[in-house]
């Protein structure tokens, strides 16, 4: 098990609790996903993984987060980084006065193997071929899907073991959506990298995650693998859209109950 | 028009001189979104430091070599600087703007206080660092330590702008420049980063103290610099290194050009308030100076 999350629970400024007792499991190579609407509190998981509630008064109150079986549960989210955990945040926070380059760069800020850094450089380059040219551009003129490609390719310069995107489609364009799940896909399968992914686009994500949590209210209501998410009614009715032709559409009428039963 | 150009060149060389002060402002701003105003006051501390490793110990039976007496200054300097940060601005991070000022004005009386109490406020004689006298350039004459001092500015200029742009540290530093959430998030320690910052803006201000101050009178008027580099590092823009040197000479000319012409029909007040005419030119027209991070808004 790579990353485990055991009974976590995360409490802003002392009082607002946004996560409850959460279990989350992943697995060396796997893409997980969280999903979930606004406020169900899929960021806040990522960032009590990644360290970094402390910048919104968060913190873990109570449960364990380890990585490859080390406890990091409040540990600094530099020392988190260093262990290989890089998160790229939501909102495409691109270093917008500095140049394209120089962003690559500070990804790679902790290492001092000149060479192999260069050889990632033009790995970057393979994944994210337009970059090469954006090079001497400053970063806050890109458009969002320049952006984004930096931001991955920013995290990979600092290899990590697991890698976490907090909602990378948000606002691009649905050809650009396919395009970046394509190359995650390709990087997933080249760096053999863990993901854990928060994403709004749950059919592009569930289509190709290998197991997914579903978060409603601060808890994990429902989780399973692709085959069991895909062939969940709830999830297929309120993350995917369909409602099954013969069946009765319970979306309207049932859908108080449905949280009810969840929340139990 | 060679007195004109004799003008010039004594602009130009002061005005770097200023550029070097508000690099010590543009390198702790960077890091950690605070203006000192207190700078002027920390300059002070670094030339009496000085003072007291070369003048006052050789006063006292102890002389100590120059490269000896420049180290310890430096070190002193460096325990100043992160004096400072831990124990007035470090607890403030997160306090809101008008808080940081107000901590700032208190700095800037204390340490003249504290400077008081330790040298005593009597003038004294700075130590003579850099060679005395004036280079001839056909007609022109340059001021040997001025010039030194400029062309130090210059060099600290490209220095930097390599550090900041190529260097682990130095984008590590400009990293937290940008954002602070965004350099977490990338395994930088924003306290190092501020930290470091304060350390390398104090000894910028001590080698602005040098130049400055090198064989002339040190005394607790000298602080004032401070005030006058601050339009100059408001003018280049706080988060360019490159713009200080370049809003020095600007005003640096300007304010020789006023000495020369518009002093003697204004009791000499003109050349003492012109950086601060500047300064709300700036403030009121591009408050970002003319290098600073306007936030980049994307339509």
Redesign the interface.
């Known amino acids: 098990m790579l990353l485990s999350l055991s009974n976590v629970d995360v409490v802003y400024g002392g009082v607002i609790q946004v996560l409850r007792s959460a279990n989350i499991q992943v697995r060396e190579g796997q893409m997980v996903v969280l999903l979930g609407a606004n406020g169900a509190g899929k960021t806040t998981t990522l960032r009590a993984v990644?360290g970094?509630l402390h910048?919104d008064q968060g913190a873990v109150t109570a449960g364990r987060i380890a990585f490859d079986g080390q406890d990091i549960t409040g540990a600094?989210?530099?020392a988190?980084?260093?262990k290989g955990i890089?998160?790229?945040?939501e909102g495409r926070?691109v270093?917008?006065?500095?140049?394209v380059r120089?962003n690559l760069?500070?990804?790679a800020?902790?290492r001092?193997d000149g060479a192999e850094v260069r050889a990632d450089l033009e790995r970057v380059f393979g994944y994210f071929p337009r970059l090469r040219a954006l090079l001497g551009r400053?970063a806050?003129?890109l458009s969002g899907g320049e952006m984004q490609m930096l931001l991955i390719g920013?995290a990979l310069m600092?290899r990590p073991r697991l890698l976490i995107l907090d909602e990378p489609s948000m606002g691009l364009a649905p050809v650009l959506v396919e395009q970046l799940f394509d190359t995650i896909g390709r990087i997933r399968a080249e760096e053999r990298l863990t993901v854990l992914m928060v994403e709004q686009n749950a059919r592009a994500a569930i289509a190709r995650c290998d197991y997914g949590y579903v978060m409603e209210g601060g808890r994990i209501v429902l989780h399973g693998t692709r085959a069991e998410l895909m062939g969940n009614q709830d999830v297929q009715e309120f993350y995917l859209g369909l409602s099954g032709g013969d069946r009765p559409s319970y979306r309207e009428v049932k859908h108080y109950r449905r949280r009810k039963r969840w929340l139990g | 028009m060679t007195g004109l150009i004799q003008i010039l060149i004594e602009g130009v060389l002061v005005g770097l001189v200023y550029g070097l002060v508000a690099i010590s402002f543009v390198v702790i701003y960077r890091a950690s979104r605070i203006i000192n105003l207190a700078q002027g006051e920390v300059l002070l501390f670094g030339a009496y430091v000085l003072w007291s490793v070369t003048e006052g110990a050789r006063a006292a039976g102890v002389g100590l070599p120059l490269p000896v007496a420049l180290g310890l200054t430096a070190l002193a300097c460096i325990a100043f600087g992160v004096m400072l940060e831990r124990g007035i601005f470090r607890p403030l991070i997160g306090q809101s703007g008008f808080t940081i000022f107000m901590a700032g004005v208190a700095l800037l009386i204390l340490l003249r206080g504290v400077t008081q109490l330790l040298w005593g406020a009597q003038s004294r004689t700075a130590p003579v660092i850099l060679p005395e006298g004036a280079l001839t350039l056909g007609p022109f004459l340059a001021n040997t330590r001025l010039l030194i001092g400029a062309l130090f500015t210059l060099a600290l200029t490209a220095a930097l702008h390599v550090f900041f742009?190529r260097s682990?540290l130095g984008?590590?530093l400009?990293?937290v420049a940008?954002?602070?959430?965004?350099a977490?998030?990338?395994?930088?320690?924003v306290r190092q980063a501020i930290a470091v910052a304060w350390v390398l803006g104090t000894l910028v201000a001590t080698a602005a103290a040098v130049v400055l101050l090198s064989g002339s009178i040190l005394s607790l008027e000298v602080a004032g610099i401070g005030f006058k580099a601050l339009p100059v590092a408001l003018l280049g823009g706080l988060?360019s290194i490159r713009g200080a040197p370049l809003a020095g000479v600007i005003i640096g000319v300007l304010e020789a050009l006023a000495t020369t012409y518009l002093d003697p029909i204004t009791n000499g007040a003109a050349s003492g308030v012109l950086p601060y005419v500047a300064m709300i030119a700036v403030l009121l027209i591009r408050p970002y100076g003319l290098f600073g991070?306007r936030r980049?808004e994307?339509l």
Request: glycine fraction near 6%; proline fraction near 2%; aromatic fraction near 6%.
């Open positions: 990644s970094l910048a600094d989210p530099a988190i980084f260093r890089v998160q790229v945040l926070r270093l917008e006065h500095l140049t120089q760069m500070v990804g800020h902790l001092r400053t806050g003129y920013r600092a | 742009t682990r984008l590590r400009a990293a940008e954002d602070h959430v965004t977490l998030s990338l395994g930088v320690s988060e991070w980049i994307r």
